[in-house]
């Protein structure tokens, strides 16, 4: 992306976060990456008009495109994750970039890239660093963690009587896919530390990643809050996603989850826990007071059933929130402006309550994404900060220009990603008038369709397995719970 370093973009609003008001006619130059001056002339030059805002983050993703065309449709994620093994990357590359690409057309300027499902065609150390090269090629900020687990690889707790009602067939194959020797702490920080090496730098901030209490032991989680604590690095984490995981934490913690958490030093300013739908206020008021930072995936949890998660309280006892795409927008199509929509009416408050006001809830999960990636900055736009914004065409936006209205109200009442003209990371133009500048979108996804459609084959067997066991995980699941759910 061979592209000026100096610039100068003229707009007719700015928001540039935190307190401010939207200012009108303004001009802001860039040179080397940061914003050098900030100015506000009587007039800008004529044409359209544009609002420059922060742009967004999203803050917890999987680097994965799709979903659905595998027939992961309308099931919890306890039946879905399992299904989505039709979804094995083939090809690491073309999967980030896809992903990484479709956020950046919708503002995105920092990823969180939670790696749950590798493609396993090479060393992981290189499928990292394949990742990382689809986020330099788009142009994105890249926070990586590599996911691990080292329990309850089917389901939570001792998983063979419900593998012994299996045929042995379909036994076979389920162990095959799903039952792996893990690795042991030691190996899975040093592995992390081996990526780090590889890929970590200005634009990649690489995190430890414990897939969820529910999928790691007590030893496990006790290692990575050592190795968090002694190194500094961030750590990104699933939490209390589902009633059953609800149910499986009081019944294997009836002390308290995030209590104990908090005993082994995993409760710190540098961990991240996404989604938290069934936390509870105690653990809320625990989570705050730790600087913790809180994800919320709304659209996933719609799609996945998982319930509407305690986001306006867990704002207003001081704890710090982020929004992430987690690989299922509403429409999967990675539009993070929809998204923060969608949160800030969901939780925005009931009638003349209010939990924030627009620049409040924006500014907000700017600033807490930031923090979850490790971008720099919490993402105002003032002298001296990260180039990191998006233009908005605010004539699409404000289509009928009958009286002035806040551009950024008026973004959260209909804004999507087709308003965003342009996204800017480290001053750099990596999305314009809808097209991914660093790569050509639309066949990176004709391509990795074809790999899709080839590699049906290779799932066959797990396909007729999993017609006949479908029903056998969801009662398992229901029993475990032991609520109806």
Known sequence: MDQPVERTVEASALFAGGDDSVSTDVRLSIKDGLIVSIETPTSVTGGARRFILPSPINAHDHARPTASSFGAIGQPLETWILRTVLGTPPDPYLQAAVSLARSARSGCAAVMVHYTRPSGRKPIVDEAAEIARAAKDVGVRLAFALSVRDQNPLVYGDAEPLLASLAQSDRDVLERLFVHKPPTPRAYIGLIEEIAARIAGPMVDVQLGPAG??????????????????????????????????????????????????????????????????ARPDELDLIASRGVRIVTNASSNLHLHSGVGPIASAYQRGGAIAVGIDGLALDEDDDIIREMRLVHLMHGGTGFKRTWSSA????????????????????????????????????????DAILPVDPLDLLFARGNMSHVAETVVAGRSIMKDGAVIGVDLPALEAELRQLYRAQVPRHADFQDTWRRSEQVFGRWFQQQCGCGC
């Open 360 to 399: 409040e809830f924006y500014s907000h999960i700017i600033a807490s994404g930031r923090r979850v990636t490790g971008a720099p900055g919490a993402g105002r736009l003032e002298i001296g900060a990260a180039a990191d914004f998006i233009v908005v065409d605010l004539d699409r936006l404000d289509r």
């Open 213 to 278: 209490v529910q999928w790691c032991s007590l030893p496990l989680l006790e290692a990575i809050a050592a190795h968090s604590a002694s190194s500094g690095r961030r750590i990104h984490m699933h939490l209390l996603e589902t009633v059953y995981q609800r149910a499986w934490a009081d019944q294997a913690f009836p002390q308290g989850i995030v209590r104990r958490l908090d005993e082994i030093g995993l409760l710190t300013n540098r961990l991240t826990l996404a989604h938290c739908v069934h």
